[in-house]
């Protein structure tokens, strides 16, 4: 299969490199172009990327920035975060409760 996503040949790589399993790899290229960061706790590892995407969000505002966390926990804590940033810089308007089948979201 051909990745498309990534448009540079070592992402490409570092993409194949983790859908085979090789992850210290795929991290060590991704480091190499210092995109891995490493934090003591969970919330400074929280705050960390938050204050990464907002920096990339304002300095290419055209640009796509993700991320990522394995836990439901965690992305509920990064998204929270992003939220209130883009609310005190005024780019969200009000929260719109829904009631979907499976319960309330907010």
Known sequence: T?????????????SKQLAMGNIASA???YNAHGLVRAHRTNDT???????????????????????ASFTRKNVRALNDE?????????????????RISTGAMR
């Open 2 to 14: 051909d990745i498309r996503r990534q448009k540079t040949p070592w992402m490409r790589d570092a």
């Open 82 to 98: 992003a939220r209130l940033r883009m609310r005190q810089a005024g780019l969200l308007g009000r929260d719109v409760p829904l």
């Open 27 to 29: 991290l060590s290229a």
């Open 45 to 67: 590892a929280i705050t960390g990327v938050v204050d990464a995407w907002w920096q990339h969000r304002s300095q290419e505002p055209d640009k796509t920035a993700t991320m």
